[in-house]
């Protein structure tokens, strides 16, 4: 499935708020358009929103009038401040935005270097971007056994990382090699993108699969219906703690207490390797009437009171392993998770 694509026209993209209803792209022409897209989760998935920062800020920079390198790259990093300021917690859209700016300062020839220079890196992050999830879900894959009944929350297919899958992506990739799996899809409350977006997802690959409410996943647990979770992350810290969607937490405490393993699956991109642990980690507040209710239903007051924290971290005692494209990384985290960041440093040298 097309994600999002660049055009000469401006950015194309799936609007994931409509799914599973309507499958429609929509065209964002201006910067303004496409970061309200992200702050509407019309885009939305830590590796998404990497390469949609990217392309983002290229959009922006096409608008820019300044004729001198110094106007324009004045213009370009409030152009690039504007993107990051859409979402808090993802940070592969942050290190996107910055990626940009730094082929733009490395680029010579003025406005228009600097433009070219943009264009290219933009297109090798969604280049990487894809090359990165490939690895990872083979990687992933080797730690699934055949038969394995999985849980999974939130959504991390195509849709979330613009290509292939982190955590689905590791499911796919069993399903491919005939493990004969069974996936449990938590719903994912309040904004239900397990059962609109991964259900979704997995009917396009034929995976079998049985959607259940949050509440249910200890249920199941307990009966031995699960076998091994996998989830993706938006926010890894240094020391293997991770944000992800809210509920994930719990989802690894009920694992921890069944002796379920609990696995993390994300690119390298997604560690923020300058936060030594979670505490750090910036937690996104969404508007509460996602809590109230969806659409067009309401189950609540209008004027009740909510909390709508979008993200939570769950600590790294709870992870059995975080599988990158580098492989799987094991407690502890702060030494494994460096060791791969080096050797993928001298892989590309």
């Not at 943009?118 to 879900?137: C, F, G, P, Q, Y």
């Not at 699934?144 to 990382?161: D, M, R, S, W």
């Not at 690959?205 to 307990?222: C, E, N, P």
Request: charged letters at 25%; a negative charge; aromatic letters at 6%.
């Amino acid at each position: 499935m097309t994600v999002l694509e660049w055009t000469d026209d401006g950015i194309r993209l799936l609007d994931q708020a409509r799914l599973p209803d309507e499958e429609e792209y929509i065209l964002c022409d201006s910067l303004d358009v496409i970061c309200e897209a992200i702050r509407s989760l019309r885009i939305r998935g830590a590796p998404s929103l990497g390469v949609a920062s990217a392309y983002a800020v290229l959009l922006g920079a096409t608008k820019i009038a300044a004729t001198d390198a110094a106007g324009f790259r004045e213009e370009l990093e409030t152009m690039a401040t504007m993107v990051k300021g859409t979402r808090p917690t993802a940070v592969n859209l942050f290190w996107a935005a910055d990626e940009m700016l730094a082929a733009a300062d490395g680029a010579e020839g003025g406005p228009e270097g600097m433009l070219a220079a943009m264009r290219e890196r933009a297109a090798k992050i969604e280049t990487d971007n894809r090359e990165r999830h490939v690895k990872l879900s083979e990687a992933g894959a080797a730690l699934v056994e055949p038969g394995a009944k999985i849980l999974h929350h939130c959504n991390t297919g195509p849709l979330a990382t613009h290509e292939r899958g982190s955590a689905l992506g590791v499911i796919y990739a069993a399903h491919q090699q005939d493990k004969g799996i069974h996936v449990y899809v938590d719903e994912t409350r309040p904004l239900l993108q397990g059962a609109r977006l991964t259900c979704w997802e997995l009917d396009q690959w034929g995976v079998d699969y049985t959607l259940i409410t949050d509440s249910m996943a200890g249920h199941f647990m307990k009966a031995g219906e699960i076998d091994m979770a996998v989830v993706g992350a938006d926010r890894i810290a240094a020391n293997g703690d991770t944000a992800n969607k809210i509920g994930t937490y719990t989802a690894a405490v009920l694992a921890a207490h069944h002796d379920v393993p609990f696995f993390v699956a994300a690119p390298l991109t997604t560690v923020d390797f300058s936060l030594p642990n979670g505490a750090g980690i910036p937690i996104e507040q969404r508007n509460p009437d996602e809590v109230r209710g969806y659409r067009d239903t309401t189950w609540a007051p209008a004027g009740a009171p909510v909390a709508n924290p979008a993200f939570d971290v769950t600590p790294a005692d709870l992870i059995a392993g975080i599988i990158t494209e580098m492989g799987v990384a094991r407690a502890e985290y702060t030494d494994s998770l460096a060791t791969q960041r080096e050797q993928q440093t001298e892989l590309r040298a």
